[in-house]
């Protein structure tokens, strides 16, 4: 834990952690400037995967190979997945805005180990650059972010090892971010507040870091076991030695399922942060939100197999995870219909932020949809493996957690910073990303379902003009950047100042200056037992006179 | 349950132009909805069209999941949208919204009706996985009559196996070979070696595959069956075609570079057309089960 030191001794000895722009680039401890490397070096990682995904529809945009070589091709898609999920999503949705927010939610001045914090961000900027730099030195691995054996056997061996090694340190640095949250969360929380007081966001990090605790070491092992068949030539998953390719299957997917949750719980955290402070309403139906969170962690733990219909899987198991999947669907449900309450009968300011986590709503429910008919075994049999899936995931993880992410940005910015935002810029990319968000993935459910499979640089020439669709769509999701990173360069140079809380929010990251001190608050933490305390009781309900700042500042 | 009467008669008050009832027009509404959704999945077809016994099943399937899920998308899209214009600040608005913290019988109710909604399309679509024959064990007992069980150790893992076929003398036996890049079929009863899958139609068919290198997968839309082809441990898919037609063959499991290029064709004939292609190809006598 970290001692508060009075403010006339601190300036007395020499700081040993820089200050200034350069902290940004060095190993520090504090949470906000890790929180932030994390947060922009995604960003970084977010270009060069969207790139990649660029590279991926230019070639799709005919239905004959001829924008890249296939063995490239395969490449770019490998490259593709694995920057997304293990440079992206998982590091943003985790590191970026876990580092930031979870010490202030639960009072603390730092993470419980902050050096250790510091050495898990630290290890994806040279994961990240292995990854990529594997393109340009020896062929980067080509056998998909699963890494199927025997294809990641026999594909070329540098590439495939340097993939292998780049994933193990990513895990490392999400084990090692886990182990901090639950350490935090449970242990660093300010005298007087307890757990069924803690923003939603401290929840969903808490389940999600036992998720990464329990299902990251599988998958380390496993790839272990399988850069051991690649380089040592022994036969766990090679079955001309004798070994099975399925098994490795089960181990993959027995990290790589929960996964999934790793890049959407915390985004369901964020939102119900965003859609209380917009709507001026009380987070709706807290307790059964805990423990939805909860339920998904159990049942996202036993929910593997379903990635594996078509593999060799007896019958009993397939109806098993049949059952098991279909059932997250209540828990998560139970989410979606509470933020619909929740901001039922708001006072819903439509900024970028908001309109964001509604555009989450949107593209979540159908990928949720599109998820409990893949969970019917008979269904998936049909659709496994195809674009319809590349659909299904793709409205799960972008249409849900980048989503997200941007609707965090546009939230938490003024925080970051002290300064705005420009608000029409913020609609215009919301406005561009949701249209060419769907153009790109809404289409690929058609063709999933009439025969194209995922992962082929090749297809049937009468799926091009649905395929030239969704390559519009891409590229419209490529302009959206633009606005967006002007915007955020612009603002942190030129926008207005934003004051302490800009939003009238409650919860104690804005009970602080913008950007905050070192240790996040002069003096000592705010005890804050109702983080959601917006509203006014039903029967002194006055429809013009109260206003939000009134009930903020006599401190409801 | 005062709270959300109270906030009902609010609601009330600002549509002031309307009387009705919020419980009428709650009805109303859904009703329009689930009708709406009703045609909706009868109306609009997504699939290719159904070349063999099982895409009927699969397609009733499918009907029910669009209906459900239109229901639903519209549903919550529709409230979605409808709160952000109803509910959106005003300029005059200065005040927060009511603080309602939750609603313990409206939670129960989203609770139960999803889970019964899941339970019966885990029902229904274990009832269709049933129907489609993949609930029948392999492997030991499974494999012991079939003609083709050359070795009793050696466990088989299949995908859709109807109970009809599955140790059926009158289904007409091929083994698959999926190699780096394409699909070799074997006619063991004719010692027919194929490019092309040629398969008479309203006779099952079962596919014995195995892969020579890494795994593939046998998928063929117009049939809605897919099976991946594992090197190391042999898998079995059967089928009954239906409807006489050339249709794809796609390999649907990432295999390397011309994965995309690995397709093949299957061919379904009249029984006839079939026995006259089988005859000629045919290497001994020719006679089929037939």
């Known amino acids: ?556 | 349950m005062e709270q959300w009467d109270a906030l009902h008669s609010l609601t009330r008050d600002w549509a002031s132009s309307m009387q009705i009832p919020s419980a009428i027009v709650t009805l109303i509404l859904g009703m329009i909805l689930v009708l709406s959704g009703l045609w909706i999945g009868q109306s609009i077809n997504l699939l290719p069209v159904g070349a063999s016994a099982n895409a009927p099943i699969y397609d009733e399937l499918f009907q029910v999941l669009f209906t459900i899920g239109a229901i639903l998308f519209i549903g919550i899209v529709g409230l979605l949208i409808f709160s952000l214009i109803r509910f959106r600040r005003r300029n005059d608005q200065l005040g927060d919204g009511i603080a309602i913290e939750g609603n313990l019988p409206l939670e129960i109710f989203w609770t139960a009706v999803p889970a019964v909604v899941i339970l019966f399309v885990g029902l229904y679509s274990y009832d269709i996985y049933d129907r489609m024959g993949g609930m029948v064990p392999l492997g030991h007992e499974g494999m012991a009559h079939h003609a083709m069980a050359d070795s009793s150790e050696e466990r088989i893992w299949g995908g859709l196996s109807s109970k009809a076929v599955d140790g059926d003398a009158f289904a007409l036996p091929v083994e698959v070979t999926a190699m780096q890049f394409a699909f070799l079929f074997h006619y063991p009863e004719g010692d027919i070696t194929a490019g092309e899958l040629h398969v008479p139609a309203n006779r099952p068919v079962t596919l014995r595959m195995e892969a020579k290198d890494v795994i593939h997968a046998f998928w063929v839309p117009e049939f809605r069956i897919k099976q991946d082809v594992i090197p190391g441990q042999p898998t079995q898919l059967s089928f009954t075609a239906t409807r006489p037609g050339s249709y794809p063959i796609v390999c649907a499991e990432l295999c390397g570079p011309y994965h995309g290029g690995m397709r093949s064709t299957v061919v379904v004939e009249e029984p006839e057309v079939w026995e006259a292609w089988f005859n000629s190809n045919a290497k001994s006598d020719g006679s089929t089960t037939t």
């Open chain 1, 1 to 556: 834990m970290t001692v508060a030191t009075p403010p006339e001794i601190q300036s007395a000895i020499p700081r040993l952690q820089p200050s200034g722009w350069i902290r940004y680039f060095s190993f520090s401890v504090d949470h906000k400037v890790i929180g932030l490397q994390y947060l922009v070096c995604g960003f970084a990682f977010y270009l060069v995967g969207g790139a990649l995904a660029g590279a991926i529809r230019t070639e799709l945009a005919s239905p004959v190979s001829d924008f890249m070589a296939r063995d490239v091709y395969n490449q770019v898609l490998t490259l593709h997945g694995t920057v997304m999920i293990f440079l992206w999503i998982v590091p943003v949705v985790n590191g970026a805005f876990g580092n930031y927010l979870i010490p202030f939610y639960v009072g603390a001045r730092d993470m419980a180990f902050p050096r250790l914090n510091a050495v898990a961000f630290w290890l994806i900027p040279p994961a990240g650059l292995m990854l990529i730099t594997s393109y340009f030195l020896t062929g980067a691995a080509q056998s998909g972010w699963t890494a199927y054996p025997p294809l990641s056997i026999t594909t070329p061996a540098t590439g495939q090892v340097i993939w292998i090694l780049s994933v193990l340190l990513l895990g490392g640095s999400s084990i090692f971010g886990g182990i901090n949250f639950i350490a935090t969360i449970l242990k660093l929380r300010r005298p007087g507040l307890k757990l069924m007081q803690l923003p939603m966001y401290c929840w969903a990090m808490l389940g999600t870091s036992i998720l990464v605790v329990l299902s990251t070491p599988v998958l380390a092992g496993t790839l272990v076991l399988l850069s051991f068949d690649i380089v040592a030539h022994t036969g766990f998953f090679n079955p001309g030695l004798g070994g099975n390719v399925v098994v490795y299957q089960h181990l993959f997917w027995f990290y790589s399922h929960p996964a999934v949750y790793i890049m959407v719980l915390p985004a369901f955290g964020l939102v119900s942060e965003i859609l209380p402070v917009h709507a001026r309403k009380p987070l709706f139906g807290y307790v059964t939100m805990v423990y939805s969170i909860m339920a998904i962690v159990g049942l996202g733990l036993i929910v593997w197999a379903h990635h594996m219909f078509t593999s060799g899987t007896p019958p009993w198991m397939r109806l098993f995870f049949t059952i098991a999947t279909a059932f997250i669907a209540v828990p998560t449900g139970i989410k979606f219909f509470n933020w619909l309450a929740t901001i039922w009968g708001g006072r819903i300011t439509l900024n970028s932020a908001m309109l964001f986590s509604c555009g989450f709503i949107v593209n979540f429910v159908l990928g949720g949809i599109t998820g409990v008919a893949l969970a019917q075994v008979p269904f998936d049999i049909h659709v496994h493996d195809t674009y319809f899936v590349v659909a299904h995931f793709h409205y799960i993880v972008f249409g849900g957690s980048v989503f997200v992410v941007f609707a965090s940005v546009y939230h938490w910015y003024p925080k970051f910073t002290g300064r705005m935002l420009h608000e029409g810029l913020g609609r215009l990319h919301c406005a561009l990303t949701f249209i060419g968000f769907n153009l790109c993935f809404g289409p690929q459910h058609w063709l999933g379902l009439n025969g194209m499979p995922r992962r082929v640089a090749e297809y049937d020439p009468q799926f091009t003009l649905i395929n030239q669709i969704s390559s519009v769509g891409a590229l419209l999701m490529a302009i959206s950047t633009l606005p967006f990173l002007w915007n955020v360069v612009q603002s942190a140079i030129s926008g207005p100042l934003a004051g302490d809380n800009p939003w009238n929010a409650l919860t104690p990251e804005w009970l602080t200056s913008s950007p905050p001190p070192v240790e996040n608050w002069v003096g000592e933490a705010p005890l804050v037992e109702e983080p959601y305390g917006y509203g006014v009781p039903i029967d002194q309900l006055d429809l013009a006179a109260a206003s939000g700042r009134d009930l903020w500042s006599i401190g409801k």
